[in-house]
């Protein structure tokens, strides 16, 4: 990830993707989390979906690109690809001659320039966004936070079949697959900490027995813009977000909310 960050007036824009693939056993779909460096100064030991910031060169490669969505939507889907191959290894949201091998080459590269555009012209690859699905956005402006992101959240699909990934030791210090449910119990059990967002959307994750209930939901429902507010009408507080966005949870104990 580059130093460099083009910074929105009111919040660090983000990307963060959820990457599907069927169960061995073929009950629920697992989803990709990785656990971030206690070292982090956003979410440090949190376990969340791979992302990261927007950097200056997404905006660029977007400038050049022929689309109907806007510039800041095609930043966001860019760095969502190029955050994947960086934190994971898997290249996504890619089109052309794409193994192992070369993904394995295209994160080394990747991670020396920091930059997407040279990797595609060095593999002669192109990006693929049909393969993303837009499916939140967050912007926790009102929370006490010591960094406040404007995340925007993608649906993709790896299928079936068992794929290697390997953290990058630096942002990240573990990589592994489970179901949404299974994200939340491990929680349960202290195995992994959540923050709120991440809680809420594998909440809405587990409703879904496929990948392609949760693509179909996420085209159903337009993204709205997701800004928590604290209630504190009642004795006890409460972190609350908007009821017709798709999540069955909409609120939390102020008390027990994990922040970045």
Do not use: C
Request: proline share 5%; net charge negative.
């Amino acid at each position: 990830m580059t130093n460099q960050t083009q910074q929105a007036p009111e919040g660090i824009p983000a990307a963060t993707i959820v990457i599907f693939r069927k169960s061995s056993d073929g009950g629920a779909p697992e989803i990709l989390m990785t656990v971030r460096s206690r070292n982090m100064a956003f979410a440090g030991g949190m376990a969340v979906f791979p992302g990261g910031r927007v950097d200056d060169a997404d905006f660029a490669l977007a400038r050049t690109l022929t689309s109907p969505l806007d510039t800041a939507e095609l930043a966001h889907q860019i760095a969502a690809v190029r955050e994947t191959i960086e934190e994971t290894g898997l290249a996504l949201g890619i089109a052309g001659d794409v193994d192992a091998a070369k993904a394995a080459d295209a994160r080394a590269m990747l991670l020396d320039t920091g930059e997407l555009a040279p990797v595609l012209e060095a593999f002669n690859w192109s990006l693929d966004l049909d393969q993303i699905t837009p499916f939140a956005r967050w912007f926790p402006k009102n929370e006490n936070i010591s960094r406040v992101y404007d995340t925007r959240f993608y649906l993709a699909n790896l299928g079936t079949g068992e794929v290697e990934i390997a953290a990058d030791q630096s942002e990240n210090t573990r990589l592994f697959w489970v179901s949404a449910q299974g994200a939340l119990d491990m929680a349960e059990r202290g195995e992994i900490k959540l923050i709120f967002p991440t809680r809420r959307n594998l909440e809405r994750l587990a409703l879904f027995a496929s990948y392609e209930e949760a693509r179909a939901q996420a085209e159903a429902i337009p993204v709205k813009t997701i800004i928590p507010r604290i209630d504190d009408s009642n004795d006890q507080p409460m972190l609350r977000i908007m009821e017709d966005a798709g999540y069955p949870i909409t609120a939390e104990l102020l008390e027990t909310v994990q922040r970045g």
